[in-house]
């Protein structure tokens, strides 16, 4: 009861107004950091100010009293308590220079844990080959301890059980254990401190198991046997907690690895020190009987149990069509083969016991004793290997985008869609009106992508967070056609829209920084706005306004000369394009430039509407004046 207390104890962004954009944030939006934050930091393209400004990180997690800095543009948060592994959501506010209030949130995890995609990311422990001996030595150690405790327990519930005991392995094993932990311990910290380390959950756990250990000795040394439970029901909770299947199901995940390696070091352990009390009472014919008949009904229930638990585990870690062809999944049947085989030399010798005596069904006991031990060190094998990524399974967030990355926005009736294209992958954001949270709104993508040389395929998207989907993609130079079918669910118009996707990108921040520049220079000219929320009914009614370049820049995001994503498109009709991203607000820009690097057209696309938008510029005689 004690070990189970112990074990249950131990975006999409909001839009934003152009008059404060957020560029950048660390951690990164989307990106995976290894270690926990020390602090947060927002950074607009424009000075804001805290008043009504709120950050919250989700999980909850204590923060700090934010303050800005360079140019109260950089917006940053102590984090008081590390959050933990897993997934992170940031939700800000702030006050713009004008008096608007912006909000919005975005995404971070916290590592190790790591997820490997379809694409073909592989990922291997540190040290493999001596952790897995340091791991067996574990298991062995924890199999002798509790094996000892109910093997005496057996014998002493013999009638007439003979005085010769075999000589106690406790105290040896638990030393074994320690100095095993101990050496886990120094792999895991490495080059680190020893305050990282002890800050880290599986540096906490390596303390903790140390220590279980390290205990167990001491209650054997003071000759309270009985106390050594609990320390090595410690280093067991400390196991489940580090095991794969924790990974899949944070309570019942811990629990079945808890009751499995339970089980499993008791049935190798007991049969060891039942195999020594045998030896020990040579000749003593009715005691060895009655002793092995005990364990053998003892043997049953935990071999049942480990079949169970060791069946529920694989299930929860890997899928069937894996079992063959990952080294995980091969392991694994090769370790679930041991176990039948032990299983099958169990039986042989109760059957011997049955017809022969003592004698015949030791032989079988002994050889399933060094079948455990295999046993044992496949699962220690096991904890060092990467569990075979199912590729149809959704992910907690969107992949990290390495490299240069191409934008690409439409509008799908009511429906906003923001794509990225990486190399290797796309990710695709949809986004619809939202009354409740948004990670309450279902969505649907369908998607097909023609690629330059004509050959069409459909796409296989796999979930990665509400109304997010990615899909590993080899792309071909050229451009790349993609076809979206989106739907949210029946209050929201979806429908079919289209996006193209030049490969490979061409990052160019000079021009956007020539274009703001030109723009800042043009005298009054003409724009023509196009608006909708709903491209099922249209582009918007026609607006006619009369603005500066100046006034013009100050309502848009890049009016600073910055975009976290700034990519070249192929000229068109000899009109220079941009591409412009903002990854943490799902918003995109295509901008068409004049030799001058006026802007000619702009469509910018964000979660809540489409801006379609022509710039009428007054023609200028020779003398310079516009008319």
Request: proline residues 7%; hydrophobic residues 45%; aromatic residues 6%.
């Amino acid at each position: 009861m004690l070990s189970l207390v112990l074990a249950l104890l131990l975006g999409t962004a909001a839009p934003a107004s152009a008059h404060a954009t957020l560029l950048f944030t660390s951690p990164a939006a989307d990106a995976t950091v290894a270690d926990s934050p020390r602090s947060l930091v927002l950074v607009f393209d424009q000075p804001v100010s805290l008043s009504g400004s709120f950050i919250r990180l989700e999980p909850s997690a204590r923060l700090g009293t934010p303050t800005l800095s360079r140019g109260n543009q950089s917006l940053t948060v102590p984090v008081r308590t590390a959050p933990t592994e897993g997934v992170h959501t940031v939700d800000w506010q702030v006050t713009a220079r004008d008096g608007d209030v912006m909000t919005g949130s975005y995404r971070f995890a916290v590592g190790p844990r790591t997820i490997a995609l379809a694409s073909g990311q592989t990922t291997a422990a540190k040290d493999a080959a001596p952790t897995t001996a340091l791991r067996w030595l574990l298991f062995a150690a924890l199999a002798v301890a509790l094996g000892e405790a109910a093997g005496r327990r057996l014998s002493n519930h013999l009638p007439n059980a003979p005085a010769p005991r075999p000589r106690p392995w406790t105290l040896p094993a638990t030393l074994v254990g320690s100095v095993a932990t101990l050496a886990l311990a120094a792999l895991q910290l490495g080059d680190g401190s020893l305050s990282s380390f002890t800050d880290t959950r599986p540096g906490v756990l390596s303390l903790v198991e140390v220590a279980g250990f390290a205990l167990a000795a001491v209650a054997v040394l003071v000759r309270r046997r009985a106390w050594a439970a609990v320390p090595l029901a410690a280093v067991l909770v400390a196991e489940a907690l580090r095991a794969h299947p924790q990974a899949e199901q944070s309570v019942a995940g811990p629990l079945l690895t808890f009751v499995h390696l339970t089980a499993a070091a008791l049935w190798a352990g007991t049969l060891l020190h039942v195999l020594r009390a045998l030896a020990a009472w040579r000749g003593e014919r009715s005691p060895n009987r009655a002793l092995l008949l005990s364990y053998a009904r003892l043997a049953t229930w935990l071999f049942a149990t480990v079949v169970v638990t060791g069946l529920i585990s694989a299930l929860l870690l890997v899928p069937l069509g894996d079992l063959a062809t990952t080294t995980y999944g091969q392991i694994l049947l090769a370790k679930i083969a041991l176990v039948a085989v032990a299983a099958g030399l169990a039986l042989a010798a109760r059957h011997r016991l049955r017809r022969a005596g003592t004698g015949s069904s030791q032989r079988p006991a002994r050889i399933e004793t060094g079948v455990l031990a295999v046993v044992l060190a496949f699962s220690a094998t096991l904890t060092v290997l990467s569990v075979p990524a199912d590729a149809n399974r959704s992910l907690p967030f969107a992949p990290p985008l390495d490299g240069p990355v191409v934008p690409a926005g439409a509008r799908a009736g009511e429906i906003g869609i923001s794509a990225r294209a990486a190399a290797g992958r796309l990710v695709i954001d949809l986004t619809a009106p939202q009354i409740g949270g948004a990670e309450k709104q279902s969505y649907d993508l369908k998607a097909t992508l023609a690629d330059p040389r004509g050959s069409r395929r459909a796409l296989k998207l796999r979930d990665c967070g509400a109304g997010c989907f990615y899909s590993p993609v080899t792309w071909r130079d050229g451009t790349s056609r993609l076809t979206l079918t989106a739907s949210a669910g029946d209050e929201w118009a979806g429908g079919r829209a289209g996006l193209a996707v030049t490969w490979p990108p061409r990052p160019d921040t000079g021009l956007l920084r020539e274009t703001v520049t030109a723009m800042r220079k043009t005298p009054r000219f003409t724009l023509h706005e196009l608006v909708t929320s709903n491209t099922a009914r249209g582009l918007g009614d026609l607006k006619q306004l009369p603005v500066t370049g100046k006034e013009f820049l100050a309502s848009e995001p890049y009016g600073g000369g910055t975009a976290p994503v700034i990519t070249r498109l192929p000229d068109e009709d000899g009109h220079r394009r941009l591409a412009l991203a903002y990854p943490a607000e799902h918003t995109q820009l295509a901008l068409t430039l004049d030799e001058d690097g006026r802007i000619l057209h702009e469509t910018l696309t964000a979660p809540n509407h489409l801006v379609t938008r022509t710039f009428v510029y007054p023609e200028a005689d020779e003398d310079g004046h516009g008319h």
